[in-house]
């Protein structure tokens, strides 16, 4: 986990992953702490080779304007880009374009920077690791995705509780958004996430997204889950 940190967070950096296999990353998000969460394991632009977006929120996003120009201008290659259905148009057309789509030598695209596959079947591979597609429930009417990864763990992406997905993928290893807040129109609470999922299916839930007062919730979210994600932490796929 390169980060932890909701996206009002000072601490923890963006809640942004890393999958690194044959030698190779592949990052899950790219938000606007990506610099700063790399260079903690000591990491640059250059060694990422792939990245999927869940969704286009800047604490998701917003740092692939630094990778794509850094990789393109100074490191000479297009790292691989993976977009879920949907979130191309608002990627790029509503997000980057403003602040990509123009360099020195005239207009660029998205593939200028990346290369772009987009994800139409719901799933792709990485160096072996299957990574299957799953449309989670954030901000309506907003594409957003999480990720079922080696049929093993369930990396939830920004959501409300999704009791019918894990029921469904029946993950070994959940790692879950989580809101330290008594409610959030687009994010579980720890409160709806202790009422919504059995406490099987608890001990096997990782929180992660969280603010920065975590450390007064730590003993109730020990108690009734696995626990808070932490920084740095690694989970075998």
Not at 14 to 43: P, S
Not at 123 to 129: A, D, P, Q, R
Not at 149 to 157: K, P, Q, R
Not at 189 to 198: C, F, G, K
Request: proline share 5%.
């Amino acid at each position: 986990m390169l980060g932890v940190g909701h996206s009002e967070a000072l601490k923890h950096w963006n809640n942004n992953a890393m999958v690194e296999a044959g030698g190779r990353r592949l990052l899950i998000d790219a938000g606007y702490t990506i610099k700063f969460a790399l260079q903690d394991l000591g990491l640059g632009l250059a060694d990422v080779h792939a990245v999927f977006i869940t969704h286009a929120h800047a604490d998701h996003c917003f740092g692939l304007e630094r990778l794509g120009y850094e990789c393109r201008f100074q490191h000479g290659f297009r790292p691989t880009l993976y977009l879920p259905p949907g979130v191309y148009e608002e990627l790029w057309e509503h997000t980057l374009k403003g602040v990509m789509g123009q360099v020195g030598e005239g207009p660029a695209e998205l593939d200028d920077f990346f290369d772009v596959v987009l994800l139409e079947d719901m799933s792709f591979e990485f160096e072996g690791i299957q990574f299957q597609l799953f449309q989670n429930q954030h901000t309506p009417q907003k594409p957003s995705y999480g990720l079922f990864i080696n049929n093993h763990l369930m990396f939830s992406g920004d959501t409300r509780p999704i009791p019918d997905l894990v029921e469904k993928f029946t993950p070994e290893v959940i790692l879950h958004d989580a809101t330290l807040s008594d409610w959030n129109p687009v994010h579980a609470s720890v409160r709806e996430l202790r009422e919504t999922y059995p406490f099987e299916v608890r001990q096997r839930m990782h929180l992660m997204s969280y603010e920065d007062n975590f450390e007064q919730h730590r003993l109730e979210v020990e108690s009734e889950f696995a626990g808070f994600v932490r920084q740095g932490q690694e989970f075998a796929l």
